[in-house]
C-alpha cells in the first residue's frame, strides 16, 4: 500500500496541551475507531516540538490521553539523545510515560540499557536496573570492555547530569569499584563541578601516590581545581588551580602546599600564576609569577625540570611602525651553585622603538629609546661568588639610538647599501667601586653593504640562488668602561653576520674597523624541496678582545662560520651549523633535524663545544637529545625523549609515554628519569598511571571505534 502523509492537528480542541503545537503524523495506514481513537501502523512517525518518535504502531487514545506504541521505537529530541525501545505507553506529549526494556544512547556515544525507561516531565528520565557503557559490545564477546551497573539511573536533562544508585563499575566483567551513589555530566556538558580523572604517580623520594582532582565551576567564566595528593613515603599535598576569563582576558594561578620526608624542615610548596589582558590603544599586558620554597620542590613533584625563576610584568603594543614595551622581571635560581642572596635580580625594561621614512636622504631610519635597570639584592659589596664582579652591583641606563639604512639596484642587478647607527647613553652604577657612579658613552657605525643575487634557472625547472655579500663597518672607538651584564653570551650565527652589532645586550657595543663576507647559495626544487647552503667570516683592523673564546668572534678574525638548511616535501628537515678556526678545527657544532610523518615524528638535534674559560663552560659540551612520537596503531600511540650529556657519559633526562585510546576508554601510561644535575636534587625515576572513561562530560574526544573480529 502506498504510505499515507498525513499532517494531523491531533484533538486541537480538547487538548491544550497539543493546541499550541501541531504534532505532524506519517504512517503507511492511519485509522479513526470510534471517536476516541486513532490508529497509525507501518513505518509511523511523529513529529511534534523538536522530538521525532519512530515505530511500527502507534495508537492514541484521546479519552486517556495516552500513546500506546509498539516498536522497535526510536525516540529522539532536539538535543540528539535518542531512546530505542520494545514497547511505551506515554502521554500524548511524550514528556512522561513508561517504556520498556529500552536503550538510551546519549551523544552518540554513551549507551544506557534498562529493563524499564520512565520520562518525567520532560525533564527527567529514570532507568531501572541498568548496564551503562560507551564501549562497542561485538557479537563474539557480548561484555564491554568498562561499563557501570547501578540499581538506578537518573538523567536531569535541565541540569545535564547522570545519577547512579547503587553503582558498580566493571572491567571486562570483572567489579572493581562499588559507588552507592556517583554523579557524571551527561556528554553534552563540558563543565560540571565534580571529581576528575585520578592519577597513579610513583617517584624515587615519595614512593607511590595517587591524585584525585575535583573541580569546581564557580560559573561561566572561573573554576577552581583541588588536587589532593598523598604517597606511601609520607607525602601529602593539596594543589589547587584558579582560572577566570575575563572579557578582554585570563588569569590562571596554580601551587601547592606540601609535607614530605625529604628534607628536614616543614612545609614546601610552590605558586606559579600567569594572565594576559588587551588594553586600550592597541596595548597588551601579560603577566607571570612563579615562587617555590626550595630548589628541589618541583623536580620532586614532577612539576617542571627548570633551574630558574622568572616573575614579570609587561605591557607591550606592536604596529607596522612601531614597537612599545615596558617590563619589569624578578629572576631567581634553583641551582646549588646559586646563592639566593647574590642571583635574584629585578630588570626594568623601557623600549620604545619608531621606524619612518628618511626625509632629504630617504632610506629607512629607526629611531630608538630605552631604559634599562637591573638590582641585584644582595648585601655583599665584594665578589662572593667569584664571578670577578661586586655582587650587589646596581645599574640603570637611559639609551638613544638611531639607525639608517638605504638600498639601491643597480644597473647589473646588484644591491649596494649604506647603513649607519648613532648611540649615546648615560650609565649609573652604584655599589660597586671599580666603575664611577656615572658613566657617558658616545658611539657609532657606518658603512656599506654590496649584494650581488644571481639566479638560474635548471632545465628541470628547478631554480638556483647565489648571492655573495661583503660588508665594511667602520666603528670610532670608546674608551668608556661600562659594566657588561647583559651581552656576556653573544654567539655567532647567519642571523648576525652581517649585523652592525653582534652582542645580544646594550651593555656591550661593538666597535672597531670591520668587515663581513658572506656567501650564500639555495636551490629550490619544483617539488618544494630547499637546499641551502651558507658560509661567512669577520675580519677585524685590530683585535679588541671585545668577544670571549666560545662566541666564536673573538680575535682579529673570527671563526670561519658554515651553515647549511635541508627542508623536503616528504617532512625532513636539517639545520647544521660548524664554527672552523683557522686550522679548519672544529670548535663548536649544531645540528637539528626534523621528521613529521603522518603516523611518527622524529627530532633530534646534537651540540658540541670547546670549552670556554671566559664563560659560565669551563669544560667541553657535547650533547644529544632525541624526541619521538609513534602512533602504532589507530588506538596505540607512544612518544619518547633523552638528553644524552657525552662528556659526563650519562643522559639527563630519558622519559617514555605510552597512550591507549579507543571509543570509550583513554589510559595514559609515563615513565620518566631525572638525573641529578646543578639542582639539588638526587636522581629521579617517575612513573604514572591514568585512565579516562569515555563518553561523559568533560572528557577527551573519543578515539577510533575497535573493529570486531569473527
Known sequence: MRRLLCALFLLVAPLPALSQDAATLVADRVEIQGDNVLVAEGSVEVLQRGMRLRATRVTYDQAADRLRIDGPIVLTDESGTRVLADQADLSADMQDGIMTSARLVMGQQLQMAATELQRIGGRYTELSNTVASSCRVCNSSATPLWEIRAKRVIHDQLEKQIYFQNAQLRFAGVPVFYFPRLRMPDPSLKRATGFLRPEIRSTSELGTGFVLPYFIALNDSRDVTLLPYLSSNGGRSLGLRYREAFRTGNIEFEGAVSQDEILQYGTRGYVFGSGGFALPRNFGLTFGLQMVSDNAYLRDYGISD?????????????????????????????????????????????????????????????????????????????????????????????????????????????????LGRAQGDVTWVGNDPTYASQ????????????????????????????????????????????????????????????????????????????????????????????????????????????????????????????????????????????????????????????????????????????????????????????????????????????????????????????????????????????????????????????????????????????????
Not at 315 to 324: K, L, M, N, P, T
Not at 581 to 591: G, I, K, Y
Open 306 to 418: 627548570q633551574d630558574r625563576l622568572d616573575s614579570f610584568l609587561a605591557a607591550e603594543r606592536v604596529r607596522r611602525d612601531q614597537y612599545v614595551l615596558g617590563r619589569i622581571h624578578k629572576i631567581g635560581t634553583l641551582r646549588d651553585e646559586g646563592d639566593d642572596t647574590i642571583v635574584p635580580a629585578t630588570i626594568l625594561d623601557l623600549i620604545w622603538i619608531d621606524r619612518h621614512e628618511t626625509p632629504l636622504i630617504g632610506g629607512q631610519g629607526a629611531l630608538r629609546y630605552q631604559i634599562a635597570g637591573s638590582n641585584i639584592s644582595s648585601a655583599y659589596t665584594n665578589d662572593v661568588d667569584g664571578d670577578g664582579q661586586p655582587d650587589a652591583r646596581d645599574t640603570t641606563r637611559a639609551l638613544i639610538r638611531y639607525d639608517w639604512r638605504r638600498d639601491w639596484v643597480l644597473s647589473n642587478g646588484m644591491v649596494a647599501s649604506a
Open 439 to 710: 658613566i657617558e658613552r658616545l658611539t657609532g657605525s657606518f658603512g656599506g653593504e654590496l649584494r650581488w643575487p644571481l639566479l638560474r634557472t635548471e632545465t628541470s625547472g628547478a631554480t638556483q640562488l647565489l648571492e655573495p655579500v661583503a660588508q665594511i663597518l667602520f666603528s670610532p672607538t670608546s674608551n668608556a668602561d661600562v659594566p657588561n651584564e647583559d651581552s656576556l653570551l653573544a654567539e655567532f650565527d647567519e642571523g648576525n653576520l652581517f649585523s652592525i652589532d653582534r652582542f645580544p645586550g646594550t651593555d656591550a657595543v661593538e666597535q672597531g674597523n670591520r668587515a663581513a663576507l658572506g656567501l650564500a647559495w639555495t636551490r629550490y626544487g619544483t617539488k618544494g624541496s630547499t637546499l641551502g647552503l651558507a658560509a661567512g667570516r669577520v675580519f677585524r683592523a685590530e683585535d679588541m678582545d671585545q668577544f670571549n673564546i666560545g662566541s666564536g668572534l673573538d680575535g682579529a678574525s673570527s671563526n670561519w662560520l658554515l651553515g647549511m638548511t635541508l627542508a623536503t616535501p616528504v617532512g625532513l628537515s636539517l639545520t647544521q651549523r660548524m664554527l672552523l678556526d683557522d686550522d679548519l678545527d672544529l670548535q663548536s657544532a649544531e645540528a637539528r633535524m626534523g621528521l613529521f610523518r603522518q603516523r611518527y615524528a622524529l627530532t633530534t638535534g646534537y651540540y658540541w663545544s670547546e670549552a670556554d674559560p671566559d664563560d659560565e663552560f669551563p669544560n667541553d659540551i657535547s650533547e644529544l637529545t632525541i624526541n619521538g612520537a609513534w602512533q602504532v596503531t589507530d588506538n596505540w600511540t607512544s612518544s619518547f625523549g633523552v638528553r644524552h650529556d657525552f662528556i659526563a657519559g650519562r643522559s639527563s633526562r630519558a622519559s617514555f609515554d605510552l597512550q591507549y585510546r579507543n571509543e570509550c576508554i583513554q589510559v595514559d601510561l609515563s615513565l620518566s628519569r631525572w638525573f641529578a644535575d646543578s639542582t639539588s636534587v638526587t636522581p629521579t625515576t617517575e612513573f604514572g598511571l591514568s585512565v579516562d572513561l569515555l563518553g561523559f562530560g568533560g572528557g577527551p574526544d573519543p578515539g577510533p571505534t575497535r573493529q570486531c573480529r569473527g
